[in-house]
Structure formats: structure tokens, C-alpha cells
């Protein structure tokens, strides 16, 4: 595969998918630390006429989390901006922002609670869902739960969560589970989401969670499967931010990208280079080969030959005595073991891109300063995920780039105040000794012959309860997930739901919640007061409300009320805890207290001002590190000099407080990891390189990206968003499926045909596009189409659903559930 000349084609290409225009734009736009901020942003909000309220409230369609002002005049929302004086929005949008209109009239919506009448489920069943009051709901819920724990059995509760948003809904779930009783309360969907590149880094670094970034101040961005033109977080802070370091920075941040078909990121960047599905880890190890045999490491981070004189040279081991490491640990071991023959032209071989580009790569990322690597899902969403995340991560250690100005941070929590209750006074004996803390999870999360180092596990619950392993669970409840739909190889999850009761919280229809047998409708983001952390940023706290723009439409409740509902109802001490909570309101009030001793900087102090601005942030991130040397912010600059002990505590939070090549944590599991994988107990703890394992018995690769409209699984009821899903190759009420001009020729599919696409674990249809583009190996077809039971507009297309071809395949030790990693079949339907 060559790389594709983007400076010839790139012109036509923008003009063929509207970027040009967006790119010109927001080279005008707001973006962070060049005053662009206030012009732009005032004149992109409209006037508000005098019966028309403005109300601040945060952007539910994907994690950005995006400030916006929702404009409604006599009780009906009819527009959405973005929030001028806000971090992340500076005024703007992107596509999916203004559709939010589309989601709170959404005629599919749930009208309040229901039960199901027919015992039958299924794909086509009926559920026969009958209203009943908000009290009979809760009581039924709460009724079951106190008698399953009245009868020890309070481990078969399970509560799933997907994009839960903040201390008043997805942050009251832990405490409920903690009182009631229960490991599975709660099981979050981050190893279906990007856990792979949380726990690469933690490996590294100590920090569990996505990094926060200085792109406006990067001179180089090294990007390996990542969407950041459509998906990488957070999207519409990343078009802004690209037209300025695209457009007016000087010097122009010179961009690669490396993924594995021509989507708009690609298209837009000074070099794209199309890699062999799973093999990122390779070409990382390869650009540190080359960082080290040329000396073009960041030695005031790293360190150096005690001498001076570099002895990095091909195939030849290194004495590690000769080599004095700075912040990092175990850099000559993992030359001597694994670096030295990670050649250019050994890596051209496996990744399928010519020798010279790498080199030119190599050479450019480790000779530019800020430079860095960054990556996501297409790099660790394989079976090797977690040594291709390590191998890209340990680039930016190289560069010393961590917490450097146009490097990565980690992102800073807000300053809440203490919930107005604390749990642990109302814990009584079963909560703190019961029999249910010896019990396993039932997605096998944290257990040795599970999954010991995941975070979680949601892949494997429909699996496992089906298989009793370790044992069945009798209730289950959803809030933001919908696992029939988005978990791999879904046909799995309809036989398991059947013999469980659901409980589904989804304002809307879903799949899971055709198998629910209590339907507990929360309000849509428009209606509900909540609050919204940041996901990292660039690094300062921030955290966001939602305000409700209009009365409910409908006859339901938030989420967090409705867990604060049932616990009021639970017998004993629990029951206190809710009472004493009171409401999310009352929760959002106690929490905003912590502000008065910690003003925001746009004069946020308490309740009411974080109501009227609709968000509080503190700048700037308080850690920088300064050619090997770690700064805190004084309140004017960064001059107080951290000891190696405040570095490991708060930015390198390893065992050894260093950044490490050689990872302790890997290690101290070395045992476990070699018994249940066949790894080298001598190799596993470095960044390594590991043929990935692709299931599915096919020939070609399937890959199922986000594009810029897709909103997870949420945006499939919107007709916008379905006639337009794929911007890129065209589109109109159906996806189509990108395949190689060369691959569809041999196959006797034209453009346009209907082709058929197979796996191990299902066959679904799609219609094929044409398009040089994508890899000859691989085919790419969005997920968010072929949704069954999830509203009028979403049934109504042709095209199948990608997650039914798709193997439950996870990585090891990241627990990542490796979606980009099935081979299919594909033939003429
Ligand atoms: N517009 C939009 N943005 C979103 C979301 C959304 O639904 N819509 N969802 C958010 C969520 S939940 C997440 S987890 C993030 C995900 O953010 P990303 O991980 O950035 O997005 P993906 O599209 O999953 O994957 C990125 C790219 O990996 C490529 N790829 C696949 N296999 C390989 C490979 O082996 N190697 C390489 N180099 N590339 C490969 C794909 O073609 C794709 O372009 O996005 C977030 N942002
Ligand atoms: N084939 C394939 N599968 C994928 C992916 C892929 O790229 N390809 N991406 C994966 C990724 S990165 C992720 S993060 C997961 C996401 O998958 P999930 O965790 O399932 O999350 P969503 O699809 O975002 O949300 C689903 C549920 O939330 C409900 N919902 C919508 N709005 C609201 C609301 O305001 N309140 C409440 N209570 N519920 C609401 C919807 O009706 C739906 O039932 O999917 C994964 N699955
Ligand atoms: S980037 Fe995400 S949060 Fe922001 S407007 Fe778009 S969909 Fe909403
Ligand atoms: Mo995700």
C-alpha cells in the first residue's frame, strides 16, 4: 500500500465534503489561547427576541460535551447554538449540535412508565407495554429488590450504564450498590467504548483515564487510528482548534495520519498513511527504533549515554549501566529485548507501508518539538491492542512530551462540594459483611480466571448470565446502553435477556428495551437538570449544568431521581440514605457549595450563577514540565519546582514515579498474563510487538467507524442524520459499504450492488460503494443503521447492522472489546 499523495488530491476532496468551508471558518473562529474567542463567538449567536428564553444546557449526542444555548419561545425550543463564553464551544457546533430539537420531539419517545403484558420475548414479539403510574413502577423495582436481598441474593441485581454524565445520575450508581449490596452496581460499557487506550497508558504512566491535550501549541501530530475530524474528543473543539494550527499557527502543526481507509481526517492531513488492520504497534516500534538509532530522543526527559556517545545501533544490545535515565525507566532493557531489531524495513513487512515513508515519519516526529502521538480505537482495538497502545504511547515519553506546552496532561476534576449525606452511616450488616462481597462480578472483571486487570467487562454479561457462569442474574437495569444493539455479536444478548427482568430507563424505544419488562422513561437532555464533568480537555477543571429548557413533554423522571426513588423505597438504613439525599436538585446544590471557596473564572460561586452561566472552569492546568524540570502554577506562572515525590503523586503515578518503558504493573501481573495468553514472562512488561488474532473465518477485514453525524448508537431516529450519515461517499437514507475498486472486481460487485456480508457470528447486507479509498483487504461500513426496534426512521433503511458480524473477541488485558478485528466474507447479495 503507497502512501496517498494527499497534497494532489486534497483540494478536490474538501470541496467534494464541505470541509474547506468549515476549515476557513474556524480559522476565524475561538480557539483557546489566541483572543479569538469573544469576537467570533458574539457574532455567531443570534438575538434572542424579547419572549425568548435562553436557557444553558450541555450536548448530549456525544462525549465533546459541547456548552450550547437553547433558544425557546412560548414553550417550544426552535434552536440551538453554541455557548459564546464557553471553553469547548466558543459559540459554535458541529452538524449534530442544532438536531438536538430533533431528539426532545422525537414523536417515537415514550409517553411515561410502562409494563410489558406478554411474557414472550423476542425480536418479534410484541411487548405489549401498558402505561401505569410513576408509584407502581418504582414500587415493583423496589419490591423485587428488597426481597432479592431479603434472600441473600443481592448480587443478581445488575445495573448497566453507558454515557452516564455526572454526580447526579451515572455518579449516584456506586453508593446504591455499595448499600444494596451488589458488585454488578455498577457495570460500565468502557471496555465496549476505549478502555484500550486508558489502560495502555495507565501501564505507562499510572493515569487511568483519556489524556487531556495541548494541541493548540503542537508543532507535529502523529495520529494512529483516530477520527479526529469526525470522532476523537472533543470533535468540535478539534475543528476549531485545527483551523488555527492548520491555518494561522505558524509554524503550520504538520499533521500524519494512519488509519486504515481515506476518511475526512486523513484527506486533510500532510500525510496519510493506510495501514494492515492491528499492525500500529509495529510502526510505533519502528519511529522509536529510528528515535533512538539516530539520536533524536528528548534527552532533558529521558536521559542520556553517561558519555554522551550513542551506542543505539542496529541488532546490537546496549549495557544498560552505560545509561542514565532521567524520568523514565527501563528504556535500554526494552531496546536489548525488543527495539534493536524493530527495523524500518522489518516494520515495512508487517504494516504494509513502504520503508521510506516510516523513515520519513520517524524522522520528522522525532525530530519536531512539541510533537504528539496520539491514538484511539482503530490502534488498540485488536487482541494486541494493549502493546500497540504501549508502543505509541511510550513515543510521546520520547519526545518529552508528557505535560509539556503542545503536549498531554491528564485531566483535573472539578471542585464539588460533599454530597449532603455520606454513605457510610447507613450501612447496615448485610451492606458491610453480607456474603455478597465474596461473590464474583458477573462480567468476570477483576477475577483471575476472568479478566483481572479490565476496568470492565459489559461485553461478556449477556454471554455469561446465559451460561449461568457464574451464575444467572434475575434483574437487570439499563440507563444509557443499549447492549442487544452495540455489543458485538448482539444475537447472543436476545436469547440471554429473555429469562431476566429488564428494566430499561431510555426515554425512547431501543432493542433492549423491547425486552424490558418495566420501562422507566428519563427525561431527553433538554428537560432535566444535571450535571456534566468535563471529559479531558486541556486539563483545567471544568464541570457543566444542564438546564431544562421547557417542562417535560412527557410523563417522565431523571434517571438520578429515579434511582434516588427507589432507594427511598428500600427497607433499613438504605432507605434513609435517599431520604436524607432528598433529589438531584438538592445533590447539584450541595455540590455546587464547593465553588464558593473555589470560584469559577467567569465568576461562577454557588447554584444560581452556575445555573445562569451553565458551566464552571478554573484555568490553566496547574502542572507543566519544562525541559526535564516539573513546574507548579504559583497563580501568576509556573516557577515552584516539584520534587520527584509531587511527580509521582500527582503526573506520573507509577510505582517507580517514572514513565515506564519497563511497566511494573505488567509485571507484577506477569504470572497471570503468561498462563492465560502464552506471552514470554521475560518480554510481556515492555511495549512488545504481537501478531493480532482475527476471528471470524473471513478474507476481508471488517471496520465499523464513527463518522461526524453518527451519535453512538443514539442518532438513528433523526432523518437528518440518516440521509446524511456518510459525508465522505455519499449516502441518502442508507449506508453503503466502502470496498476497494480491485477487491469488488474480483468479486463481480459493482457500484451500487447489494453485496452480502458474513462472519462466524451472523450475515447482514449492506450496499456497496466503490471507492480506492479504503485498503484492498478491508471493508468499512458505519454502525448506527439497521436498528430494529428503535423508532420509525431507524427501521426504515436497507442496510443491516455491522455489529451482528462482528466476534465478542476482547483484548486480554485491556478487557477492549476488539471491534476493527473480524474478518468477513463479502459476495454479491
Ligand atoms: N461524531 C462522533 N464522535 C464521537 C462519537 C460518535 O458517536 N460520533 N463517539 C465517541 C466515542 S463513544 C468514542 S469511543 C470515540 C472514538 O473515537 P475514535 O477511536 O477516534 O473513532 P473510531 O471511528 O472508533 O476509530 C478511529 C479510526 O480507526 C480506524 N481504524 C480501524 N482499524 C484500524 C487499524 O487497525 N489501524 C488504524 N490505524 N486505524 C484503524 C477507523 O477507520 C477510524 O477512522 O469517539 C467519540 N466521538
Ligand atoms: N459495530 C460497532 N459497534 C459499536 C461501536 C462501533 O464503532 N461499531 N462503537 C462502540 C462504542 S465506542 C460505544 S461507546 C458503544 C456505545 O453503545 P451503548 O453503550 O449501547 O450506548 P448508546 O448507543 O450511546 O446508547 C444507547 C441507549 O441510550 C438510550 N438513550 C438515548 N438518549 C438517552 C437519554 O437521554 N437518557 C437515557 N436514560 N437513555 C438514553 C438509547 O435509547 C439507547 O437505548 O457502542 C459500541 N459499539
Ligand atoms: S461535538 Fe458532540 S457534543 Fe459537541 S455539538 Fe457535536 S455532537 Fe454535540
Ligand atoms: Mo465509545
Not at 453480607?434 to 477475577?447: L, V
Not at 451519535?711 to 438513528?716: D, I, S, V
Not at 442508507?734 to 462466524?760: H, K, L, Q, W, Y
Request: net charge negative; with cysteine.
Amino acid at each position: 500500500m503507497d502512501e496517498i499523495n494527499t497534497s494532489v488530491s486534497r483540494r478536490r476532496f474538501l470541496q467534494a465534503t464541505g470541509v474547506t468551508g468549515a476549515a476557513a471558518a474556524t480559522a476565524v473562529m475561538g480557539v483557546p489561547g489566541t483572543g479569538l474567542e469573544a469576537t467570533s463567538a458574539e457574532a455567531q449567536t443570534a438575538r434572542a427576541q424579547p419572549n425568548t428564553v435562553v436557557t444553558k444546557n450541555i450536548c448530549h449526542q456525544c462525549p465533546a460535551r459541547c456548552g450550547i444555548d437553547v433558544y425557546t419561545t412560548d414553550g417550544r425550543v426552535h434552536a440551538i447554538y453554541g455557548t459564546a463564553d464557553h471553553p469547548i464551544s466558543n459559540g459554535k457546533l458541529c452538524p449534530k449540535g442544532p438536531l438536538g430539537v430533533y431528539i426532545l420531539y422525537d414523536p417515537d419517545r415514550w409517553r411515561g412508565p410502562m409494563k410489558r403484558t406478554n411474557p414472550a420475548k423476542g425480536r418479534n414479539e410484541d411487548p405489549g407495554f401498558v402505561p401505569i403510574s410513576w408509584d407502581e413502577a418504582l414500587d415493583t423495582v423496589a419490591a423485587r429488590l428488597n426481597a432479592l436481598r431479603e434472600a441473600g441474593e443481592s448480587h443478581r441485581f445488575a445495573l448497566l450504564y453507558g454515557r452516564g454524565w455526572g454526580a447526579s445520575c451515572a455518579g449516584l450508581q456506586g453508593t446504591f450498590g455499595k448499600l444494596y449490596g451488589s458488585p454488578n452496581v455498577a457495570i460500565g460499557h468502557s471496555s465496549m467504548c476505549s478502555d484500550g487506550s486508558i489502560i495502555s497508558k495507565k501501564m505507562l504512566d499510572g493515569n487511568a483515564g483519556y489524556n487531556a491535550y495541548d494541541y493548540a501549541h503542537t508543532n507535529y501530530i502523529l495520529m494512529f487510528g483516530v477520527g479526529f475530524l469526525e470522532a476523537f474528543r472533543p470533535y468540535n473543539n478539534n475543528m476549531q482548534v485545527w483551523g488555527h494550527i492548520r491555518g494561522r499557527k505558524s509554524p503550520k502543526t504538520r499533521v500524519t495520519a494512519v488509519d486504515v481507509h481515506v476518511n475526512t481526517t486523513l484527506a486533510a492531513s500532510d500525510r496519510g498513511l493506510l495501514i494492515r488492520p492491528g499492525t500500529d504497534g509495529a510502526l510505533a516500534l519502528a519511529i522509536a527504533h529510528v528515535i533512538l538509532t539516530e539520536g533524536l530522543w528528548e534527552k532533558s526527559f529521558v536521559g542520556d549515554f553517561r558519555d554522551g556517545r550513542n551506542r543505539f545501533v542496529a541488532g546490537q544490545s546496549v549495557s544498560p549501566a552505560l545509561f542514565e535515565e532521567k524520568w523514565t525507566q527501563g528504556l535500554v532493557e526494552w531496546w536489548n529485548v525488543e527495539l534493536k531489531d524493530r527495523t524500518v524495513d522489518w516494520a515495512a513487512g508487517i504494516t504494509d507501508i513502504p520503508a521510506d515513508r516510516i523513515l520519513a515519519t520517524a524522522r520528522e516526529f522525532g525530530s519536531t518539538r512539541p510533537a504528539m502521538a496520539i491514538y484511539e480505537r482503530g490502534a488498540h482495538a485488536h487482541s494486541n491492542g494493549i502493546y500497540n497502545g504501549m508502543a505509541i504511547h511510550s513515543l510521546n515519553a520520547l519526545v518529552g512530551s508528557m505535560y509539556a506546552v503542545g503536549g498531554l496532561m491528564n485531566q483535573m476534576g472539578p471542585s464539588y462540594g460533599a454530597m449532603p449525606a455520606d454513605e457510610n452511616e447507613y450501612m447496615d450488616d448485610w451492606a458491610q459483611n453480607g456474603a455478597w462481597k465474596d461473590m464474583p462480578r458477573i462480567d468476570r472483571k477483576g477475577s483471575a480466571d476472568g479478566y483481572l486487570m479490565a476496568n470492565n467487562m459489559m461485553q461478556e454479561v449477556g454471554p455469561n448470565h446465559l451460561a449461568g457462569n457464574p451464575y444467572k442474574l434475575d434483574t437487570m437495569m439499563f440507563y444509557l446502553t443499549n447492549p442487544i444493539w452495540t455489543a458485538p455479536n448482539g444475537q447472543v444478548w436476545e436469547e440471554a435477556l429473555k429469562d431476566v427482568f429488564i428494566i430499561d430507563t431510555s426515554p425512547f424505544p431501543s432493542e433492549t428495551g423491547h425486552y424490558a419488562d418495566l420501562i422507566l422513561p428519563d427525561h431527553t437532555y433538554l428537560e432535566r437538570l444535571q450535571d456534566a464533568p468535563t471529559y479531558p480537555f486541556q486539563g483545567f477543571p471544568m464541570t457543566q449544568l444542564r438546564v431544562p429548557a421547557v417542562e417535560p413533554l412527557h410523563d417522565t423522571k431523571y434517571y438520578g431521581d429515579v434511582l434516588i426513588e427507589i432507594g427511598k423505597r428500600m427497607n433499613g438504613p438504605m432507605g434513609e440514605y435517599y431520604r436524607a439525599l432528598g433529589d438531584t436538585e438538592n445533590v447539584l446544590r450541595h455540590l455546587a457549595e464547593g465553588f464558593r471557596a473555589d470560584p469559577g473564572d467567569n465568576g461562577v460561586t454557588d447554584f444560581e450563577s452556575w445555573k445562569e452561566k451553565g458551566v464552571w472552569y478554573k484555568k490553566p492546568y496547574i502542572y507543566r514540565q519544562v525541559n526535564g524540570t516539573f513546574y507548579r502554577w504559583d497563580g501568576r506562572d509556573y516557577t515552584i519546582e516539584m520534587t520527584e515525590e509531587e511527580v509521582q503523586a500527582n503526573l506520573l503515578k507509577t510505582p517507580s514515579g517514572r514513565f515506564e518503558f519497563r511497566s511494573s504493573q505488567m509485571e507484577a501481573n506477569a504470572a497471570w498474563i503468561a498462563e492465560r495468553t502464552g506471552r514470554d514472562p521475560a518480554r510481556l512488561m515492555f511495549p512488545i510487538w504481537e501478531e493480532p488474532q482475527h476471528p471470524g473465518g473471513g478474507d476481508l477485514f471488517l471496520v465499523t467507524p464513527k463518522v461526524a453525524l453518527h451519535a453512538e448508537g443514539r442518532g438513528h431516529n433523526i432523518p437528518m442524520v440518516i440521509a446524511h450519515l456518510q459525508p465522505t461517499v455519499g449516502g441518502r437514507g442508507e449506508a453503503f459499504c466502502e470496498i476497494n475498486p480491485a477487491t469488488a472486481e474480483a468479486r463481480g460487485i459493482g457500484d451500487g450492488d447489494m453485496v452480502r456480508i458474513s462472519s462466524d457470528a451472523g450475515e447482514v447486507t449492506a450496499r456497496a460503494r466503490v471507492y480506492a479509498g479504503v485498503r484492498p483487504d478491508t471493508i468499512v461500513l458505519p454502525m448506527e443503521y439497521g436498528h430494529w426496534a428503535a423508532g420509525r426512521w431507524s427501521k426504515a433503511v436497507p442496510t443491516q447492522h455491522s455489529g451482528e458480524c462482528t466476534i465478542n473477541q476482547s483484548d486480554r488485558v485491556t478487557g477492549q472489546c476488539n471491534y476493527y478485528t473480524t474478518k468477513v466474507n463479502v459476495t454479491k447479495a
